[in-house]
């Protein structure tokens, strides 16, 4: 399986939904949060190309898809 990497910023960005979850659902919710973005990850690492492409004026964005 190819290897996944996460920015600093990804990975503080998942804690704070992290415990906003557990704070404001249940401790399962926020969980299972975890646990779907991982599976998400791991796909999108597999699988790059899905999703459609995007048209985006800015160059540095070039590549995108959603």
Do not use: H, W
């Amino acid at each position: 399986m190819p290897q996944i990497y996460k920015r600093k910023i990804a990975e503080n960005d998942l804690v704070a939904c992290y415990i906003y979850l557990a704070e404001n659902a249940t401790l399962t919710v926020a969980d299972q949060f975890l646990v779907n973005a991982e599976v998400s990850f791991n796909e999108l690492a597999i699988n790059p190309l899905m999703g459609s492409p995007l048209t985006l004026q800015n160059p540095k964005f070039s590549g995108m898809r959603k």
